[in-house]
């Protein structure tokens, strides 16, 4: 375990709050716990104190922030000694409240916070996962054991969307239930910008994915459309760039070599600055089967880069019913590509639809809104 960074208020009111998150990616979870903490430690004179379970990008960005991070390894620490580390931390630091994210997390963390006598909250990131059968003991065990403590030891549940609340009810109380919109900052958006297209493509119209890949992403779909271009709308001259890494990248390179899609679609990586490659992009697409309230949207309206996205979780609400962005109903490739060479050859519908993108998330999903949403929660518990 290691100790960096340490917050610089000494004022005995102020309130501290310690988040307990894995860290072990740069993703949409991770995006969101980085912009609310840093948004609460610099602009709400929030003390806020974070434990990750894996070093890295998260860690980082946390630290430069002036931020307390403790790290305790899971890679070398059993659930135990993860839990006693995490126990003396809560025990030497006592924190006003204790907010955890993802299920490991949830339980190490609520029943460290109940021994210690300090109320505690969780984030739902995304659609809960189905119940393991009894055949898979060990899963069904770590599911039972977090429903048990979002239920008995945990004050409230926060989903990011309207749609994840009603997920959630089918094994939290809903009055247990509390919804809390993802925010970003503009400004650091604005920083990250860039107005160049990429060099080695200058007359093509971009495509881009950028996310895990992950079975639930839908990357097939993505790569699909590539191949429904080429066959149907051979007169557009688009490349398909996918940004992200994951344990589905091998079969997905399979599946585009298969198709004869490799000349178009190009698999990117891990990038430390998505704000950048999204803007170099002429359209985002998300094919998700679900979705919570995706950070990468948020950040997409926010850099003018239109949308098209499955209309699945908290996203038609986010696109303000397909204002802000173009919504497909049925997650086909064939709705995909038709969608793009409307937007290839719309270019008065996307300067449209980006400026009231970008305004819809200057007017309603700012990072300081979040934050002071989630200042009233913890308030309301101490």
């Known amino acids: 375990m290691t100790s960096t960074q340490q917050n610089t208020s000494t004022d005995e009111e102020t309130l501290h709050v310690l988040h307990i998150a894995s860290g072990d990616l740069w993703a949409g979870a991770e995006v969101m716990l980085y912009t609310l903490t840093k948004t609460l430690f610099t602009a709400l004179n929030v003390r806020v104190t974070v434990i990750l379970l894996n070093p890295g990008t998260l860690e980082k960005k946390l630290q430069a922030c002036g931020i307390t991070v403790h790290i305790i390894d ?20 006592k924190p006003n409240v204790i907010h955890t994210h993802r299920t490991k997390e949830n339980i190490l963390g609520s029943i460290a916070a109940w021994r210690n006598n300090i109320p505690s909250i969780r984030t739902t ?18 599911y039972l054991l977090d429903l048990f403590c979002g ?5 409230i549940t926060v989903a990011v969307s309207e749609d994840l609340a009603k997920k959630l009810q089918k094994n939290l109380p809903a009055e247990k239930i509390h919804v809390i ?20 493509q200058p007359r093509a119209f971009n495509v881009g994915f950028a996310g895990r890949l992950v079975p639930v992403k839908r990357v097939d779909i993505f790569i699909k459309t590539a191949r429904h271009i ?14 992200g890494d994951g344990p589905l990248h091998n079969e997905l390179e399979q599946l585009s070599n298969k198709l004869k899609t490799d000349t178009i679609v190009f698999f990117k990586g891990h990038s430390d600055n998505i704000p950048k490659e999204i803007q170099m992009m002429d359209v985002l697409l998300m094919t998700s089967d679900h979705e919570g309230l995706p950070m990468i949207l948020l950040e997409t309206m926010a850099l003018e880069t239109p949308i098209i996205s499955h209309a699945v979780g908290g996203i038609p609400q986010l696109l303000n019913q397909g204002s802000c962005g173009i919504l497909i109903t049925k997650n086909t490739p064939a709705n995909y590509a038709s969608a793009i060479n409307d937007l290839a050859n719309s270019p008065e519908k996307t300067s449209e639809i980006t400026r009231q993108a970008r305004r819809r998330v200057e007017e309603k999903y700012s990072a300081k809104i979040n934050a002071q949403a989630y200042l009233s929660q913890y308030s309301a518990f101490i």
Do not use: C
């Open 74 to 93: 899971e890679s070398h620490h059993n659930d135990i000694r993860i839990f006693q580390q995490i126990n003396k931390i809560v025990s030497d630091i």
């Open 125 to 142: 990131h995304g659609a809960p996962e189905h119940a393991a059968s009894w055949r898979q003991l060990p899963k069904r065990i770590i």
């Open 181 to 200: 919109e993802n925010g970003i900052n503009l400004q650091e958006m604005n920083h990250h910008a860039t107005n160049k297209k990429p060099s080695d």
């Open 151 to 155: 239920r008995y030891l945990q004050k």
């Open 230 to 243: 080429l066959d149907h709308y051979p007169e557009l001259n688009v490349v398909f760039h996918i940004y």
